[in-house]
């Protein structure tokens, strides 16, 4: 249940005709730039700017070119100490997109990308295609979860708190647990491993302190580098990360492991102990720099609905997509083990189903990209 399938495959089937491109490969930007004239639409999707900013300045002449509109999503739409935001922000505004299509609530978009597009257009996820609950299979999970950590320079702990929280309330009650924050699952895993699972647990995506500037992580970086030990931190565009990119899973997992052992690790993920991300959030002063609210409704929430799996979330806004009480179960610490008992019995009561079904007819990815169209179309009016 790959979002970016999801979105890939919706528009396909919005348009009548379809070139993919793939900027790694030297042989389709060189055909992206003869064609580029014949387009009537251009739509960048997540993956070019989510975890680098070295693939948008490789179209970046010919994009300023453009004779037609150009959607640009964006992906991982948080600060990232070693993904730098001032640089996102400037690469976006040189090709000037018509519209730009953010997973995060409108608001908070608007602000930060000002002045770098005609239009901020919202684009929430949609559930899964082809996915439905079920109630044919046998979930033998009482409690389930994957997924890493949310690492400190995110600045809240939230999901993490969440997770172990309700973890605990579960085994409280002798509910059977299978939780790990230390693995991911593909995508035909992760939709067994949720169709044996009667609830989960979460809190919206991304972060609550999103920064347009990178002034902000200066005092951290300056303490993790005088740390005794430490690894040698590296930006997710340092020398070598573009060639890493390209490399098959198992042998960029490898390489990943070898890097380590000689004390090099890409900072965005590695893994510190919990005094030192303390410390590191401590010296980040929120405060002194505007920021905005980036929390958002995520994929995951929406998968957990299309298989029937009851969710315990953190209270949020989730995008004004998700309702308390319909689509999930709202976590109160103080409650813990009454909200873990009634979710249980949303299986039985028909609450799961139902969440699915208030959102079946408006909440696919096609009602998804048809919205967008929509906003492109209003800018020529």
């Not at 979860?145 to 009650?173: C, H, K, M």
């Not at 408006?362 to 009602?367: C, M, R």
Request: with cysteine; aromatic share 10%.
């Amino acid at each position: 249940m790959s979002y970016l399938n999801e979105w890939r495959a919706a528009w396909s089937d919005a348009a009548e005709s379809v070139e993919l491109i793939n900027v790694l490969k030297t042989s389709d930007v060189d055909r992206f730039k003869k064609e580029l004239l014949s387009f009537d639409l251009i739509v960048i999707l997540h993956s070019m700017n989510a975890d680098s900013n070295a693939w948008l300045p490789r179209v970046q002449t010919p994009l300023s070119n453009r004779r037609c509109p150009l959607v640009m999503f964006v992906g991982n739409e948080y600060s990232n100490p070693w993904l730098s935001m001032e640089l996102r922000l400037a690469h976006i505004k040189s090709v000037y997109p018509e519209i730009i299509a953010t997973q995060i609530n409108i608001e908070p978009a608007q602000w930060l990308y000002r002045g770098t597009t005609k239009k901020v257009a919202a684009a929430p996820h949609g559930l899964p295609t082809g996915v439905k609950p079920s109630d044919a299979v046998h979930r033998s999970i009482d409690f389930g979860a994957r997924g890493f950590r949310y690492p400190w320079y995110l600045l809240d702990q939230e999901r993490n708190n969440i997770l172990e929280a309700v973890e605990d309330s579960v085994r409280a009650v002798g509910g059977f647990v299978d939780s790990s924050q230390s693995q991911r699952f593909n995508q035909l895993d992760w939709y067994r491993f949720l169709r044996s699972t009667k609830i989960s647990a979460s809190s919206e995506a991304g972060s609550r302190f999103v920064f347009d500037t990178d002034e902000i992580w200066i005092p951290a970086l300056r303490r993790l580098s005088q740390e005794s030990g430490a690894f040698d931190a590296i930006s997710n565009d340092a020398r070598g990360m573009a060639l890493a990119r390209r490399l098959p899973a198992p042998l960029k997992s490898l390489l990943r492991k070898f890097a380590q052992t000689i004390g090099v690790e890409q900072g965005s993920t590695a893994d510190l102990d919990q005094a030192l991300s303390i410390e590191l959030r401590s010296l980040t002063k929120i405060d002194q720099f505007p920021h905005v609210d980036g929390k958002a409704l995520s994929s995951r929430h929406l998968d957990a609905i299309a298989t029937g799996t009851w969710q315990i979330l953190q209270p949020g806004r989730y995008n004004e997509v998700l309702v308390p009480g319909v689509h999930f179960s709202s976590w109160d610490p103080g409650k813990g083990a009454e909200i873990v008992s009634d979710a249980l019995e949303a299986f039985r009561d028909g609450r799961a189903e139902n969440a699915y079904l208030t959102l079946e007819a408006n909440h696919s990815y096609g009602s998804r990209v048809q919205d967008i169209l929509n906003s492109l179309n209003e800018l020529g009016e």
